[in-house]
Every structure is written in C-alpha cells, then in structure tokens.
C-alpha cells in the first residue's frame, strides 16, 4: 500500500517568508507526528495528532510553527516569518493504534533552505 | 542529559561479518519501547526492530537482533551477515511511558553511520 508522502520534497524559501509543508498520513492510521532533521543529527520531535487534535506540542520550538490536520488525516506544518536557522528536513510519520509496537512509518521528508 | 546516546558516529563492517552498534538510554520510567531506525542516504527512516522495556527476551527480526541489556539500559543493535545494502544511517530512539496501546514521540539519538566494506 501506499506510505507516507509529503510534499514538496524540496522548499527553497527567503528569510522572512511563510511556508507551508504537507503530509498525507498511510490510510487508517490515528496518529501523525512531526519532526525536524537537521545535519548530523537524529529527528527531534515538534509535534503529534491524535486524531483531529494536537495531544503533544511541546517541541514546537515557538510560536512561529503551527500544525493542524482538520479532518483527521491530512496535516499541514506552517511556518511564520522564516529564519536561516529553520533550513532543516522535515519528516512526517504516522502509526496505528492497535499495532503491535506502534512503530512509526516515516516520510521521504521535505528539505527546507531559508536564504 | 541526553536520553539516548549513540557513541559510534561511524563504523566500517566488512560484507558478511556481523557488527553491533551501540546504544544507551536514559530515563526514569518504568515502561518504554526502544526501536532501531535504519536511513539510507535516500532520507527515509526504515523501522527495523523493537524492543519493549517489559519483553523478557532480545528482539529479533532477520539478520537484526536487539541485545537488551536492562539493567545497563543498554539496547544495541547487531546485525548479522552484513551487505553492501546496509550502508546507512542508523539510529536508536526511545518511546518512554510505553503502556499497551500507547503512542507518542520518539526521541533519537544522533545516529551511527555504518559502512559495509565488499
């Protein structure tokens, strides 16, 4: 079956601007998260969705980023007034609830550059 | 303090030998699950093996095992048999408060890239 996708694959964006970053989830799974990846390092949690709403937000570096996913599948990370220091991969991932370990299935992920 | 700690950044494995990657956790619960990510240079995060902080024995899928050690909260990966298409980012990650049923963040290490020499 179809994984996860996201899109774009790649965002090139100048300082300042706003973006948007899309994550389709694999069908039937509850939970959707995501992280940043910045190089040499692992993901590092932002954000995760039960459902329609956020039941952990705590990595959320500051206001600038929100997530939503209004219909329980679908989430979008926005980010306000971009900085260089977001440029970063960011990866979407998504589980069951009645999975065995609830592994996560990631994304190909989006590389974001901030001019 | 981090949680988990990955002290290998780079390891070279000759193809058809075995190799095992480090991993050490820190953390207070009780119940937690340990997984094992593999990231090819494509970018995408390929589960390989878990590991539940209550599971009596080591994990084991294929050529992957989990060598648990509890009482170290040790939790490293061995690879068996090595190939060419092993090369990759590998990277250790805990779920803690790991009730049945439960989901939440991961939190990863920062990775060991292994090199699979022919």
């Known amino acids: 079956g179809a994984g996860v996708s996201q899109t774009p694959s790649n965002k090139v964006t100048e300082k300042g601007k706003y973006v948007e970053l899309r994550c389709d989830p694999i069908?039937?799974?509850?939970?959707l998260y995501w992280y940043r990846q910045s190089l040499g390092q692992g993901p590092e949690f932002l954000i995760y969705?039960?459902?329609?709403?956020?039941?952990?937000d705590s990595g959320l570096p500051n206001d600038r980023f929100f997530a939503v996913r209004p219909e329980g599948s679908v989430s979008t990370l926005k980010i306000q007034r971009t900085e260089r220091g977001d440029s970063a991969v960011y990866l979407c991932a998504s589980s069951r609830f009645d999975s065995p370990y609830n592994e996560q299935f990631f994304g190909p992920g989006t590389r974001l550059t901030v001019l | 303090a981090q949680k988990i700690t990955q002290t290998q950044p780079g390891m070279f494995v000759q193809e058809k030998e075995a190799v095992t990657l480090d991993c050490t956790y820190d953390?207070?619960?009780?119940?937690?699950?340990l997984f094992w990510y593999k990231q090819p240079s494509s970018g995408e995060m390929i589960f390989l093996i878990y590991q539940g902080s209550y599971d009596e024995q080591n994990a084991t899928e294929g050529r992957y095992s989990l060598n648990f050690q509890k009482a170290r909260k040790s939790a490293n990966l061995v690879i068996s048999a090595s190939q060419l298409g092993d090369s990759a980012m590998y990277f250790c990650a805990m779920r803690e408060s790991n009730y049945g049923g439960s989901q939440g963040n991961l939190i990863f290490g920062k990775g060991t890239k292994l090199s699979v020499k022919p």
């Open positions: 069908s039937g799974h509850t939970a």
């Open positions: 953390t207070s619960d009780q119940s937690y699950g």
């Open positions: 969705f039960q459902g329609t709403g956020a039941a952990d």
